[in-house]
């Protein structure tokens, strides 16, 4: 493998604009080839919530996969990457994720990426949560999967969404090893 692969899949929870702002991220670092997967929910949900057309966010991506195709190359573990991110990850893609539900290729990915030991870095969207979706959670990071939640941060002087969009970015980054330059960590 020449280039490092990240799988970036987005499902249907409000904020696409968090997948988006992954690929341009990640765009920007040749070394890094992103295949990227969106839910049917994501498409409604970027053609409703951003500026940006599904064609245009697609286009940030080096390969894009469809996701009822469960036979793409990223459905199998053959198929060698660094892992996976959801952005956002809705309450539905992680009960599927969580129960190995594997009936589209959003799932499927991220199941293949655990079972095969690599990191899948889940960015949930819902508030408040329910039991239900707390005990998923805790199935999730119980089974390996890292849950990073977009929360608020302060500390480091975000004052926009803009901002706090790219300390979420950075944090996630950094589970892969991936310096981000627009992130701005504690520094004590």
Partial sequence: MDKRRIIVGISGATGAQLGERFLEALAEIPEVETHLVLTHGAKVVIERETDMSVE??????????????????????????????VAPCSMKSLSAIVNAYDSDLLVRAADVCRKEGRKVVLVPREMPLSPAHCRNLLRAVEDGYVVLPPMLTFYNGCETTSDQMDHVVGKVLSQFDITYSRFHPWKG
């Fill in 56 to 85: 245009a966010v697609e286009a940030l991506a080096d390969v894009v996969h469809d996701n009822a195709d469960l036979a793409a190359t990223i459905s199998s573990g053959s198929f060698k990457t660094d892992g996976m991110i």
